[in-house]
């Protein structure tokens, strides 16, 4: 015999033993745990990131080429790499340059540089780094079209980057309690994406007699994020030429 | 001196089963000879038990059994199952000698000698010892029956009686312990087969009717040596257990390898792999034994019409993970195949120690020596040779040049780390990081429209449109001496109008624009 529905006006007998218990008895939740993070070094940066990019995640710093977001990723190397800790360059474009990383302040001896032959591969790289557990920062350099070049198959109806992809890389992430920083020209992570910069380029600066470029102005966004970071938020920056900085 | 041997009687037979294990069971021939003309050499249990027996034509052996498998007998795979019973040696004892090839009924044995002086102290007895010895054996597939005596020879007398058996049925005991002083009783009822006497001596023996060691040992020197000439002392001293005082060679560095022939050529790089599988695995066990990695592995196939294809493929780090490196090895082959089909493979390396590393207490932790290895193995193997390891900046004038070495992270924090950081002089500027340069291999072509020398416009796949700004030229050449090297390049820093910041170069040897990287 089914039982009858209780009405939705009536209160439920959990709601009277909560109304009789009285202040004893509170609505349970978990503590929110700070997410550690992992900063750059540059004090803007940390500032619109809440601290730094967050370990255990997946963060994107997306934006079209000449952006800057090769110069914020080896800011990240460089600050992790002197603080003493491993990172990863996962480069499926080979298109890391060692002489901008060590101006940069890099610690090369300290980057596992992988020049992958192709996207599927690279973030096969990834994954296994990640597994690997040590390397607190992982850098995915993805191509220019990601979603075109690089994996005909897939690619051609969009799907480079398979729906597989970012919930296995973000468990390998939290398990690792890495942070995977992905630079590309597009957002890909989604809902798996824990922080997201969209930069966007100034205009450069050219000095002196003859001229030199001195230095570039960047415009970062926070389009995602969490615990800290504060979605809308922006901040202006600026890519100093070594030499000028020097 | 105690002297333990360490022998497999029936090699042949236990080589091919080390290679082919879902062979085991099956009445099995290993044949010599090809057609007609074959010749079993050695049997398997199930096929002596069907009548099947050593030296009989294969078509006969058949006619016996129906059922026989008969496997081609395999020179490398006897040779590396020679090898691997030496490594098991080596990884209990450090004075190893192999022992010279017997003829007669014990053509077919593989035996080693090796020092087993105070192992009491480890293992502790001799027996403990022998029983680690025969583990280990069996471990990498070889059937071995050791013992333990006062001297090289009569430990092999040993362990060639407890191989024998009783009226031909095998023993259970793999072990024999002879204690100094009994040997020369225990010997005196056995056989004087044993002694593996040249045939000549063996008739001479039979015809003065000495049947046993111990007939043998009662006879005097000088009237044996007038009778059967001066080879008969050695097995006198033999038989009497006196002691052979050759020392045991020290260690030495070796070389570990695996070898198959095979029974078809192989053209599919699929089948290939599935054969370096096994003997990477069987290299893998071996150098396990002797507590080693896989370093740099050799890579000989035997092709059809006698062509030899040599090869070197590099291993990132010592690595035991044979999927890491049959990975690897896969990857060698797809890149350059082999020009015609394999008929024998040789894999060999030289053991190299795997990475240890004393983790510091005050920096952070990076992933464990073992862990490291294996993953730049198996990252090596997805990426290719040479593409995995740590960037480094090259003593080479070439704008584009680079180094990528071996990725073995220094302990403590860099001294440069500092001092060489330009983000030290940023640090009054909180909102600044440093241009960093997006490198394009190889440099995209550009067509440029230059007005006295400098560029004002440019069409390229990465950057197109007027140039807004431009920063240059700065030259840079070298190699001037050789045609085939040598370079002139003029560097441009250029920023167009749809927004790309560039470096734009001119090379002055091909006469051409390219792009070499971007600004980003």
Redesign the interface.
Known sequence: MASPLPSPSAPSALERALTDLGPQVRRGALPSLPVPRLA??????DALTGGGLPRGRVSEIAG?????????G??LL?ATT?????AAWIDPD????????????V???????????GLR?AL??AE??LE?????LVLLDLPPRAGEACEPARARRGRALDGATWPRLARAAAAADAALVVLAPARHGGVWTELALELA?G??R?TGT????E??A?YAALARGRAGAVPGRS????????DA?? | MRVACLLVPDLPLAAALRAHPELAGRPLAITSGAGPRAQVVAVSAGAARCGVHAFAPLLHARALCPSLVARPSSPALERTAREALLDVARSLSPRVAPVAPASGAFVAEAAVHLDASGVSALFRSEAGFANALTTRTRALGLPAVVAVASSRGVSLLAARELARGEGGVPRTDLVRVLEPGSEAAWLAPLPIDLLDADDALAEGLGRFGIRRIGELAALSPRALATRLGPDVLRLLALARAESDALPLPPPTESCFEEAIDLEYAVDRLEALGFVLRGLLARLAERLALRGLACGDLDLVLGLAGGARDVRRVGVAAPTQDARALTGLLRLALETRPPTAPVEQISLATRGADARRDQLDFFQPAGPAPATLARLLAELEALCGTGRVGAPGLADDPRPDAFTISAFAPPHAPGAQKAAASPHASLETAPDVAILSLRALRPAVAASVRAVEGRPCWLHSPVAKGHVLEVAGPWRTTGRWWSRAERFAFDHFDVFTDDGTLSRLRLDRVRRRWEIDGIYD
């Open positions: 750059s070094g540059v004090p803007a940066l079209p080429d000449s952006a800057g977001r090769t110069a914020l080896l800011a460089a002197r603080s003493g800790a491993l080979d298109a890391f340059d060692p002489a901008s990383a060590a101006a940069a302040g610690e090369l001896a300290r980057v596992l540089w992988v020049r992958a032959p591969a096969r790289a296994r780094v690997a557990q040590g390397f607190p380029p205009a450069p050219f003859p001229a030199l470029l230095e570039r960047l901040a202006t920056l600026r890519l100093r030429a070594a900085a020097a």
